[in-house]
């Protein structure tokens, strides 16, 4: 079986692989080495990853019933699955499986394997399982609502009519990825659906096979010779555990690496430099945004929302405090996804701000506060802003803290104003939408507490457009409605959006074919070559 752990012979063999940056002169040309910053894996189980390097795993060990084109993330291709179609009333979607597809174990693909899959994410209700259970799947309801009626045919009833676009986006989730059914059901202890075994195994269909997994060291995938859409051009993909930049950047310029993916902004402008390695910039799902508290009454003043935003100095902040690893960016969907545009209305413009501040009665500036994750690049920017809005009378206090005190006193609407980070769950608009334009219930105890109720801004109109773009059929008019509430959001919403993500790839010379999409799940090793 190709489904293996670490153990100790293959840990002496990974560890002779690759040795110290001293001795080894360049990776070998079948194989590509990945430098990567790995701690935060825990799990190998895609219906438990929760974590960027989890997810990222399970597009490359896994198959799913869809998946997007990296190039154009409107366009959902068939995984698995040759095609499908929606009933007449919305609701129930039939897949048909492609015939002749094999696991890694060499047992063949089917529907019951990808309905089984999508069933034991329902029931095991690990952190992922939302991008399935908001379609009205329960553990109760699953096995018919999700349902195999022949070994080439899925059958997916959602509760209620949805966006096409909006079910097969989440249908090509990781967490939707297609496992082996019969190997887990293999590792079941305690009826955990093999969950306890999944955790440093797999069993997919995917380009890869898993070889080892050390936590916090290195993960080493092999090449699936049997793969339906072609084997890989490399027999190998090594994941090396590099937490620090300098580290990386010394592996690259040593040859010991082909790419490094978590690199600061000083070693980036060094690397950039040479002949013998080259530079991407990849944008990323992620949004960096100031949350103003609508219950603070002069934060709840539209011109003083107005005039926070024309008070940021983006530009500057963009060139000397994120260099490189951020992009302007001040709507709510991120480049890359459907319905997102690249407008950008607001500037440094202090005597603009200082107009509507007079014209908000408080002219002569106010107090306020900012709760900061004190780490970079957060607390830097929390510490420009501070001196920018000065200039017009805001007297910023910074509250410093950790990520779990500065989230905590956010979700419970006790501050005044938060610098916060948002990323996508899912490679779908609603994902977005849900968190900056939805607000069903402004009340304290209300059971939906996503970003627009965390800074208590009640909109019920924006609210019901973001349900009817969830619910629009017609994929071009639903970009529309999209691109329109983002329009309306800006001029209105109580959020600064200032930067978007940017994943920054540095390669090797002759590496080529590392594909990174816009959310962590779209990230492919299978055409990566060199030459």
């Not at 089917?110 to 095991?124: F, H, M, N, P, Y």
């Not at 920017?381 to 000065?390: P, R």
Request: charged share 25%; aromatic share 10%.
């Amino acid at each position: 079986m190709m489904l293996r752990t670490v153990c100790a012979a293959a840990v002496v063999a990974l560890s002779t692989a690759f040795g110290s940056v001293s001795l080894q002169a360049a990776t070998p040309k079948d194989m590509a080495v990945i430098a990567w910053q790995l701690d935060e894996l825990i799990t190998l189980d895609p219906a438990e990853a929760y974590e960027f390097s989890g997810a990222e795993l399970a597009a490359n060990l896994y198959d799913r019933l869809v998946y997007y084109d990296i190039e154009n993330t409107d366009d959902i291709k068939g995984g698995i699955a040759e095609s499908w179609t929606v009933s007449d009333d919305g609701k129930t979607f039939t897949f048909k499986i492609r015939d002749g597809l094999k696991f890694h174990s060499g047992n063949p693909v089917t529907a019951e394997d990808a309905a089984w899959s999508l069933q034991r994410v329902v029931k095991l209700n690990k952190g992922p399982a939302f991008i399935l259970t908001e379609f009205g799947l329960t553990p109760e309801n699953v096995d018919q609502k999700v349902r195999a009626t022949d070994p080439q045919t899925l059958v997916f009833e959602a509760d209620k009519a949805y966006a096409p676009t909006f079910v097969l986006n989440n249908l090509g989730s990781w967490v939707s990825s297609v496992l082996d059914k019969k190997t887990v059901m293999e590792h079941e202890k305690d009826g955990d659906l093999g969950n306890a075994w999944l955790k440093t195994n797999e069993a997919g269909s995917g380009p890869f096979t898993l070889n080892a997994w050390k936590p916090n060291e290195l993960v080493m995938l092999d090449r699936f010779e049997d793969y339906w859409r072609g084997a890989p051009a490399m027999k190998r993909v090594a994941l090396r555990h590099i937490p620090e930049s300098a580290p990386q950047r010394l592996l690259l310029e040593k040859g010991d690496a082909d790419i490094a993916r978590n690199l600061s902004p000083d070693d980036i402008a060094a690397l950039s430099k040479r002949d013998d390695v080259g530079i991407r910039n990849v944008p990323q799902g992620a949004i960096y945004y100031l949350g103003l508290n609508q219950k603070n009454e002069t934060l709840a003043k539209p011109e003083v929302r107005e005039a926070l935003k024309w008070l940021v100095d983006y530009d500057s902040i963009e060139k000397n405090i994120l260099q490189g690893t951020k992009v302007q960016h001040q709507s709510f969907l991120p480049a890359g996804f459907l319905g997102a545009i690249d407008d950008q209305p607001y500037s440094y413009d202090l005597d603009k701000a200082k107009a509507l501040l007079e014209k908000a009665g408080v002219g002569d500036g106010f107090e306020v506060t900012m709760d900061v994750r004190n780490t970079y690049p957060t607390a830097d920017v929390a510490q420009a802003i501070q001196a920018m809005w000065a200039k017009a009378g805001i007297d910023l206090e910074i509250i410093p803290g950790d990520n779990k005190q500065t989230l905590t006193k956010y979700r419970a609407r006790q501050h005044d104003i938060y610098i916060g980070r948002w990323a996508p769950d899912y490679l779908d608009p609603h994902s977005n939408a849900q968190g900056f334009a939805w607000n069903p219930n402004n009340a304290d105890d209300s059971d939906f507490k996503l970003l627009a109720w965390r800074n208590a801004w009640d909109i019920p109109e924006m609210t019901k457009q973001t349900e009817a773009a969830l619910a629009e059929k017609d994929t071009a008019k639903r970009r529309q409605m999209y691109q329109d509430m983002q329009r309306e959001h800006q001029k209105v919403s109580p959020f600064v959006i200032m930067f978007q993500d940017i994943a920054v790839i540095a390669e090797r010379k002759g590496v080529t074919g590392f594909e990174v999409g816009p959310n962590f799940d779209v990230v492919y090793y299978r055409n990566i070559t060199k030459e």
